[in-house]
């Protein structure tokens, strides 16, 4: 029995992999995108991790989306153990279903016009004051934001060779929130604890704020962008806390900015939260070897209950064609479960 973590991005999961490997919990990537699933055959016992990023379409893998919320439907529909499931994805692939959700339960968030297609987008964009900020509805990474200082510049924007359209239509309007210090902070949740606050320093790291090492090369990121937010302690987190259990998440950064008028708005959830190596060397608890210790607990916790129920009936088995993988997938070439 093994740990499956459902992804598309091999290049964030080395610093996984080692920490797995460190603890000795047996682990195996299983990348979507082009494979095919058998919904006749039941799923392999274990414990399924849902990493899919709202990005994954910047990376060659349009289908790699859709095909996870099919196989995470097929999981739960066996029972299977899935940490940060089927309602959890679609929040992370929605920051529309996000802000909605965030309002819902009492957070600050930004206000927010949401546009579907490019017809409307700048009579839509009048609707709030300039400077104000368009986003995608799906990405990572600051994927598609942008700041504008006035509706003309985003009306000629809108018409430039440099507009990017949203993978699902959706575009974000926001108001501009006005930072007291350039910086925003994430606080890092695991298995319902708070494990850690950083900061990123948005005058060195822009919109583009991935912390993952391996985002280096794709973004203005240098020295001291994203930190520790030292002895980090305020009712946000037992709120967060609060929100991830009543929405089934379990592991994910929360994402809020401190304006100058003295609010605290929450903006963003990445539910496929990747960890700072200089933060990880300084912190006092860090993240990976928690998401290590979670996942051997639900280990035990699986082992223990398979031990205790009565076992299923067998399936009729029919021929598998030579080369196919186990139970209900049948590419090897990209992933084996």
């Avoid at 959890?88 to 600050?108: I, P, Y």
């Amino acid at each position: 029995m093994q740990v499956h973590v459902i992804h598309e991005n091999p290049d964030w999961y080395a610093p996984l992999g080692a920490v797995f490997d460190a603890a000795a919990v047996p682990h195996e990537q299983c990348l979507l995108g082009e494979a095919v699933l058998d919904l006749n055959e039941p799923p392999p016992p274990g414990v399924f991790w849902s990493r899919m990023s709202a990005s994954s379409h910047t990376r060659g893998h349009p289908h790699a989306k859709d095909q996870t919320r099919g196989v995470l439907s097929w999981l739960e529909s066996h029972g299977r153990r899935v940490v940060n499931g089927r309602r959890v994805l679609e929040l992370e692939m929605s920051k529309v279903e996000q802000l909605t959700a965030l309002r819902a339960a009492g957070f600050d968030v930004p206000r927010t016009v949401t546009v579907a297609g490019s017809t409307a987008l700048a009579a839509a964009a009048r609707k709030l004051p300039a400077p104000f900020i368009s986003k995608h509805n799906q990405g990572g990474k600051g994927l598609g934001v942008r700041l504008f200082d006035r509706h003309d510049d985003f009306d000629a924007y809108l018409n430039s060779a440099e507009y990017e359209r949203p993978v699902d239509g959706i575009t974000l309007l926001q108001e501009y929130l006005r930072a007291a210090e350039p910086r925003i902070t994430r606080v890092e949740v695991i298995g319902g604890e708070f494990i850690y606050a950083i900061t990123a320093d948005t005058a060195l790291g822009g919109f583009q704020l991935c912390p993952a090492d391996a985002c280096a090369a794709d973004q203005a990121s240098g020295p001291g962008v994203f930190t520790l937010r030292k002895g980090f302690d305020h009712p946000i987190i037992g709120r967060y806390l609060d929100f991830a259990r009543q929405q089934g998440i379990e592991i994910a950064g929360f994402e809020f900015i401190e304006t100058t008028d003295g609010r605290l708005v929450s903006y963003d959830i990445n539910t496929t939260t990747n960890y700072n190596a200089s933060v990880e060397a300084t912190a006092p608890r860090p993240a990976l070897p928690a998401v290590a210790a979670f996942f051997r607990r639900l280990l035990a916790e699986e082992r223990e209950s398979r031990s205790t129920r009565p076992a299923p009936p067998a399936p009729a088995r029919r021929a598998r064609p030579a080369g196919r993988g186990r139970p209900g997938f049948s590419d090897p070439g990209l992933y084996r479960i």
